[in-house]
């Protein structure tokens, strides 16, 4: 049997500007993870099995397109393998499916580095990463390679698309709030509507875009030298901007007013929008206030989690 696991995230900054260009800062989120465990199967089946979500399939029965024989079909190419032998693949999973928290590339991740090692093998973090894209680009359509880039390295990183990975120094780890309007939202839908205003108006797009990038490289300089207090300000901002190309909803707001009244330095939408999490910035001791304001404003699920530790 063989066994890897792999956490959720959270972007800071600069979510949908990044498939734009422009940087973002997201960050492992350790307290929900995935776990996948592979055992060999004697009846010659490949099979995949969540209860999380209903899903029991057979690999020799499912359309091309799915995302499991995409992962086992790069880590055969990976490995140079002829074929695998017959599994159980199991996936366990306490992060909410799409909401913004990076369960699909946790999934995938996690599903590569359990059927590497059930071949005897490990594959190096470059190719983990690699192969998970190819999945988030099923799930996603035009991913900018954050998710899968922050959850195969588990570290809190700075992203560019197609720019090398930089994992972020946080000299002074910071205390954030996750909140869950429950609401699920695929991220390809966001995605795509943003993508067709963005064609009708590609200055105005283009001009929110520098903003937002701005805000991630201030975000970068002010974590990297140990100040994250002003960062606030700048999740704010942030998610002024998001609410403008209309990714928020009456549930983001909602909730991102929730925390901002409860003391929350700053606040904002992260991932696709329109439904999944929010996050703010707290400290160690405000953070359960803001937890059980967001909590009374709605919220189906909160975190506090430290970023950088
Ligand atoms: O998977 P989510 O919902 O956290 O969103 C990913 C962030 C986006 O910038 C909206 C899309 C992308 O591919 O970067």
Known sequence: MSQA??????????EHA???GRPAIAAPVTDVRTTVTVEPAANGVQRIISRKIDLD????????GFWGAEVLNGVRNALDLEAFPPFKMTIDSS????????SGAAVAVAAIRALARFAGKALADETVNRIAFETEKLHHGTPSGIDNTVVTFARPVYFVQEQPIEILKVPAPFTVVIADTGI?????LSVGD???AWTHDRARYEEIFDHIGALAREARAAIESGHPDSLGRLMDENHRWLYEVGVSSPELDTLVNAARSAGAAGAKLSGGGRGGNIVALATPDSAPRIAAALSAAGATATIITSIGD
């Open 18 to 20: 990044v498939v734009y």
């Open 194 to 196: 943003l993508r067709r």
């Open 57 to 64: 399939v057979r690999l020799d029965e499912i359309l091309p």
């Open 5 to 14: 696991s792999a956490p959720g995230k959270i972007i800071l900054f600069g």
């Open 95 to 102: 992060i909410p499916v799409a909401s913004g928290m990076g």
């Open 184 to 188: 699920p939202s695929p991220t390809a």
